[in-house]
């Protein structure tokens, strides 16, 4: 079993090991293409993913720690909401952000046409939104409460008592604040840093609308512009690389963020009572936990809204609800399935590596390679496996390989696993977590068999951590592009693909309803994790 497994994982791997394999099959005509990317297009995709990242970075640093001392360490009118709104950006995936905010703000839109009305200027009233640093303010809106969560999380559980202990030394708070609750929680902004950053290298569709040169616009080019397997191999390659020494910053963030708490006499983790602000000082905290709610989900959701009214007033043939029905369909077919799959995969994985403690021989390392593919961008997945199969079909042209990957719902699911199963498997293992080696060995000692203790004892206790596992990954493959679009089934269009391609061709009313569609289903986990803290405060 555990042979089977090892075998599953490192074939899951297959994707990252193919964009890396790429460098041992080098030959001159791969040389020459190499030598010509760092002469020519290579600095200018360097350069402008390094701004965007480092202004994403910047950007979600500042809000995500300003907004979480804010409702962690004080107390103002609207706190309580607040703590769980903030989160809501979280379900709206960056393209969609910027399909609405284009149409809301460009040049020939009805707010700069009315504006223009009323005061009489002429030209544009604002920059264009299409440009490097309205994909910086973009990503920072969408992708901040990574470093919400994670710093609010420290400050609430770690900050507690020092923060009280400097108060009664005589403190100020500012010099609490500064002194204490920020380098306390340094780890957790780093792990959130990180995290936005790799998101953000990830994208394809806010770069790909936008016109910018990055990364993962470039792999895409050069696959389906350039028709070069070998020049995308080598990008994917690069971008993967910059992408481990993220990850690397973020799991040794991760490990620095284990603090030792003290208890409260009720055994719960002790809490910090928040500072009262009134007047101005109130006024600032609920303005700066209003903006990226406003900005990140709640205007760009009611203009997606009312874009869908008009298209719906001024449509010459009404929506086409049947083609959205089968968009829909699909989209749910493949997060249903790969869901499906990659839970029942993480079950599996679980249960045999608990025995060993985690150290299922060669099962450990495998599992720990499979759990870097959340990490690997979408772009990058789909070169590492079209790019090995091409490479294959050329040795062997009469294996059917390319037949059963390239625009198949195989290599589609097989894509999503490799780069989602990391998701299920963390849920699962978590889950794992709370449950004690102790009752696997009284099990065993009453007879119990592997299959009857996974069965009629894990199963049962993993109920929520597998629903969980099955939700999250069902949620991230309904947002998926870059995969899909290089992937899918001819005439199988997700709602991803459609309100992209809508988006591209400045159709943006009729992408408007996909898009909606993609972000009600993102608020589902949104709305469960608000709960759960909800419940974990009570």
Known sequence: ???????????????????LAAWFALDADALDTLAHQFAT???????????????????????????????????????RAFEWALLLPLAMPAYVLAYAWTDALQFSGPLQTSLRELTGARGALWPDVRSLGGAVVLFVLVLYPYVYLLTRTALGERAANLLEAARLLGAGLRRRVMAVALPLARPAITAGVALAVMETLADYGVGAYFGLATFSTGIFKAWLVMDDRIAAAQLASVLLLVVGALLWVERRAQRRMRFATSRSGSGGVAEALPMRLRGAAAVAAWALCALPVLLGFVLPVGWLLWMLVQEVRYAEFGLPLARFAGWAWASFRLAALAALLATALALALGFALRPAGGRGGGLAPAAGLLSLGYAVPGAVVAVGVLAPVGLIQSAWPELPITSLVTGTVFGLVFAYLSRFSAVALQSVQAGYARISPNVDETARLLGAGPARLFGRLHLPLLQRSAAAAALLVFVDVMKE????????????????????NFA??????????????????????????????????S
């Open 1 to 19: 079993m555990r042979r089977l497994l090892t075998l599953l994982c490192l074939l899951l791997a297959f994707p990252v090991l193919g964009v």
């Open 41 to 79: 297009v290579l600095p200018g995709y360097a350069l402008q993913s390094a701004l965007l990242t480092l202004g994403v970075a910047l950007g979600v640093m500042l809000l995500g720690t300003a907004t979480a001392a804010a409702v962690t360490l004080f107390d103002f009118p609207g706190r």
């Open 481 to 500: 592009l870059p995969a899909t679009l290089m992937l899918r089934p001819f005439g199988s269009d997700t709602l991803a693909v459609v309100a992209y």
């Open 504 to 537: 591209r061709d400045e159709r943006l009313g009729e992408a408007a309803l996909p898009s909606l569609a993609i972000v009600a289903v993102g608020l589902i986990p949104v709305l469960l994790l608000s709960r759960a803290m909800r419940s974990e405060r």
